[in-house]
């Protein structure tokens, strides 16, 4: 059965139930605060009267009771120390949950600024993220990305600038479509991630370091030590306490701290690795403790069970949370760092941080080389998720079909996912096959550029594996293209018009097949050599008309002898003429504007044929300049 057929859509009121989760996660976080304010105050007076009574007791010479008083209230207050605690996380968990339906909100009505623009991930020199607002301000990625974690935004990110195969598409949306109507439990997977500040640090640095040789790989002489010398540091102070000598302690401490000295540079390199990564390690923890609960949901999506059983694979049958657990109290064992009176008595006493690289060896020898699998695990989770999110808030939005056909692009109502106008204006499309071109003329603001986006970037989406903003979309995987947004640099001394050539090249280049899988993600497999559908803007605008036309006919003609189709916006009605000279292969469309009652009027509507109105006297006049004739 085709994908699209085994996805329904959404029927339910995406803003309905933010809100009503946003009121009820308040209301929550409002119960939890009373009650952990509560227990504050409880501890106090535990405290207080414990002190009081132990006082009472003792003064009146009753020993044994008093003991047995202070280690009774001694429990009560470690277990009403864990009761407040868990009233502070639930404050917290619910505050995080009414984050995210704000966060909801904001999305659907198009208020980005507060998310994350990604612009670490914007390239130049990318076939198509700078032209495409794939990224920045009010971009894709900001309306998309629910990841929590680093690893997580980059797993999705790389989806979004390489495209899949068709088989990675449809695994993906499988996915998608089962996760999406589950809001709470996505919603959690989120909220459990973000309770860790420092959850943005990225692990991969962390998995790459555990690769290096063993610090104590040959030092045969450094365990023993760790052993000897704090047993022979308790023993010194003990016997000190007891009237013996100073000088053995003196001795020990002397040793103790020579051997500190020497590992100076070790000990800090391994303490800041692993406090780096503890916060990271313990989200995702949190995160894959609910995807691998007996209590999860019985997941039916083929992608979804096989991450699953990787994780079961990669942890050799145990839990992977437990693993990840363990790895994230060893990387808590250098937490002492962070008092410096602390740590100088652990580590002139015990050898604290010595012991705790220790134990971290040892952990990286039973599951270090499976933690990067393990992460890629939860970063994927986190990338299906961000796509979860983005298709149960556009209900109306299509699962696009995957088709064989050579650059098949079949739209119905496509419409641009970052206008957010109460009536969004929506056209058909519809082109098939190598060497194909469609020529857009029109008028200036006419829409023109606004469609070129539409196209591409619903590409984009499709073949990330995410839902479009179409009635129907039937598209085949192509390396999409884009030369809109040319500028000149003045550092590298090179203007529009030669920027716009070097992009162009980049395009011959690409469609060559020699190279047809730019982008910067390794997570998913793509074609060797998938087919072009490009996007051109305003083509050779920076020369006069008679080189744009000759360009721009040279261009076509090499573009058409290879495995590309696609779109070129354009104000000069020569190319329209293309349509008659190259039958079957050149198309024109238009989108028209009117001038009545001293207003430009837009449709936005892509019409067949090419534009025989265009505005810019009318706009000219409009600005108060006047135009002869």
Not at 107 to 121: E, H
Not at 185 to 195: K, M, P, V, Y
Not at 382 to 406: D, H, K, M, R, V
Not at 449 to 478: D, E, I, K, Y
Request: with cysteine; proline share 4%; net charge neutral.
């Amino acid at each position: 059965m085709p994908v699209s057929a085994a996805i329904r859509p959404l029927t339910v009121s995406p803003a309905e139930v933010f809100t009503e989760n946003l009121t009820t996660h308040m209301a929550q976080e409002q119960h939890y605060a009373s009650r952990h304010q509560l227990g504050g105050w409880l501890r106090v007076v535990l405290f207080g009267g414990g002190a009081f009574g132990a006082w009472g007791l003792f003064s009146q010479g009753y020993l044994l009771p008093g003991i047995a008083f202070v280690a009774a209230v001694w429990l009560a207050f470690m277990a009403m120390v864990r009761w407040h605690g868990r009233m502070s996380y639930q404050r917290e968990h619910h505050r995080l949950l009414a984050r995210l339906n704000q966060d909801e909100l904001n999305r659907l009505a198009g208020k980005l600024d507060s998310f994350d623009p990604g612009l670490r991930y914007l390239d130049t020199q990318h076939p198509y993220a700078a032209d495409l607002d794939v990224f920045g301000a009010h971009s894709l990625f900001q309306l998309l990305n629910r990841a929590s974690t680093r690893l997580g935004q980059d797993w999705l990110a790389g989806w979004l600038l390489r495209p899949a195969l068709a088989d990675v598409v449809r695994a993906r949306q499988q996915a998608t479509a089962e996760l999406a109507p589950d809001v709470a439990w996505t919603q959690e997977w989120q909220a459990r991630a973000r309770h860790f500040p420092r959850q943005q640090a990225d692990p991969r640095e962390f998995s790459a370091w555990l690769a290096h040789p063993d610090f104590f790989a040959g030092k045969p002489w450094l365990k023993p030590l760790l052993v000897l010398l704090p047993l022979l540091s308790v023993g010194a102070m003990v016997a000190w306490g007891l009237g013996a000598g100073f000088y053995p302690l003196v001795v020990v401490q002397l040793a103790i701290g020579v051997l500190n000295g020497r590992l100076a540079l070790a000990r800090t390199e391994y303490a800041e690795q692993a406090t780096a990564m503890r916060d990271a390690l313990r989200a995702t923890q949190a995160q894959l403790a609910l995807f691998e609960d007996e209590s999860a949901p019985d997941w039916q999506a083929a992608r979804l069970r096989q991450l699953r059983e990787t994780l079961r694979a990669a942890s050799h049958g145990t839990a992977a949370t437990r693993r990840l657990g363990q790895l994230a109290t060893v990387a808590g064992l250098f937490r002492g760092r962070e008092h410096p009176l602390g740590a100088l008595l652990l580590n002139s006493l015990l050898l604290w941080d010595l012991h705790a690289m220790w134990q971290l060896e040892r952990w990286k020898r039973d599951l270090g080389p499976e933690l990067t699998t393990v992460l890629e695990v939860q970063a994927e989770l986190e990338a299906l998720i961000s796509l979860a999110g983005w298709q149960f808030g556009n209900p109306t939005y299509t699962t696009p079909e995957l088709s064989s056909a050579p650059l098949e692009v079949t739209a119905e109502a496509l419409g641009h996912p970052l206008i957010f106008a109460a009536r969004r204006i929506t056209n058909d499309f519809q082109t098939s096959g190598y060497g194909q071109t469609a020529v857009i003329t029109g008028s200036n603001m006419a829409g023109k550029s606004t469609f070129l986006r539409t196209v591409g970037l619903n590409m984009v989406l499709a073949l990330a594996g995410g839902v479009v903003c179409a009635r129907r979309l039937r598209l085949s995987p192509a390396q999409v293209f884009t030369a809109m947004r040319t500028q000149d640099n003045l550092a590298e001394s090179t203007s529009s018009f030669y920027a716009e050539l070097k992009r162009l090249k980049l395009l011959l280049d690409l469609s060559s097949n020699e190279d047809a899988s730019h982008g910067n993600s390794q997570q998913a497999p793509v074609a060797d050599a998938l087919p072009v559908f490009y996007l051109l803007d305003e083509i050779l605008k920076g020369t006069n008309s008679l080189d744009r036309h000759r360009g721009a006919r040279a261009l076509l003609r090499q573009l058409h002898q290879r495995p590309a189709a696609g779109l070129i916006s354009t104000h000069d009605l020569e190319l329209a003429a293309l349509e008659a000279e190259w039958p079957g292969q050149v198309r024109n469309f238009s989108f028209n504007s009117t001038f009545s009652g001293g207003e430009i009027h837009f449709d936005y509507h892509l019409t067949p044929g090419a534009c025989r109105a265009f505005n810019a006297s009318q706009l000219m006049q409009l600005m108060g300049i006047e135009v002869d004739g």
